[in-house]
């Protein structure tokens, strides 16, 4: 299964733009990228997901390496509410079974400052 | 539209004792899913049910039960509780495991503690 790699922590400052960088090295084709994050105990929350091409939502852009073995999320304009524990997730399928599902790492804690 | 919605929130457990976690969704997904976060650490998923009627381990499922009750329901068992089984459960769901580019909704958790 394909693995992520992130670093632990980054910070930015209110109002520039955070860029949080994940290896997946060993993705393979089908797999898709996720990024979720979660504030302080609660239940993690869906950002974006990409295969290949670069995404773009309400919350945040996606840019995946033309390799696929890496991708950047970028929050734009970073708020002291993006403080947070953002996780970069493949989708993997199971070996034998068609089904997917999530494995999640440590992620990394960004630190957004006044 | 209360999306993934958990029972307990919080729950104090003896060593030994057993107690269920209740989870439902709203959404009319297909897959659902239970996983545990402990201190410090990334979710690890313990048991996950890609339709009603079926039920598949993850990577954590000793020590638990689970039960895909209906299609809104999946509860996760815990028998006879241990002090290592103190963690934070989420619940969570999805329309449809079998295709990667589905988003998946997580509960807000429940805090379990076992002495």
């Known amino acids: 299964d394909a693995k992520t790699t992130q670093p632990p922590s980054m910070d930015c400052a209110e109002g520039r733009a955070a860029n949080l960088p994940c290896n997946h090295s060993?993705?393979?084709?089908?797999?898709?990228v996720y990024w979720y994050r979660q504030i302080h105990s609660q239940g993690p929350q869906y950002i974006i997901h990409g295969l290949k091409n670069n995404e773009t939502n309400e919350m945040a852009s996606l840019i995946i390496t033309e390799d696929r073995k890496s991708s950047t999320l970028i929050l734009p304009h970073a708020t002291l509410r993006d403080t947070a524990v953002y996780y970069c997730?493949?989708?993997?399928?199971?070996?034998?079974?068609?089904?997917?599902?999530?494995?999640f790492g440590r992620g990394t804690q960004l630190t957004v400052w006044p | 539209n209360a999306g993934v919605t958990q029972t307990p929130k919080f729950q104090v457990l003896k060593t030994g004792q057993s107690m269920t976690l209740q989870c439902a969704q709203d959404m009319n997904h297909n897959s659902m899913y239970w996983y545990r976060q402990d201190p410090g650490m990334g979710l690890r998923l313990i048991y996950y049910?890609?339709?009603?009627?079926?039920?598949d381990k993850g990577e954590v499922p000793n020590g638990y039960n689970v039960s895909r009750l209906n299609k809104r329901e999946f509860s996760l068992r815990l028998e006879s509780a241990a002090p290592s089984q103190t963690s934070v459960y989420f619940c969570?769901?999805?329309?449809?495991?079998?295709?990667?580019?589905?988003?998946?909704?997580f509960g807000e958790g429940s805090w379990l503690t076992v002495v």
């Open positions: 997730i493949v989708r993997s399928r199971d070996r034998g079974s068609t089904l997917g599902r999530l494995y």
């Open positions: 049910s890609a339709s009603e009627g079926t039920t």
């Open positions: 969570a769901s999805s329309p449809e495991q079998r295709y990667s580019g589905n988003t998946i909704y």
């Open positions: 060993t993705i393979s084709g089908n797999e898709y």
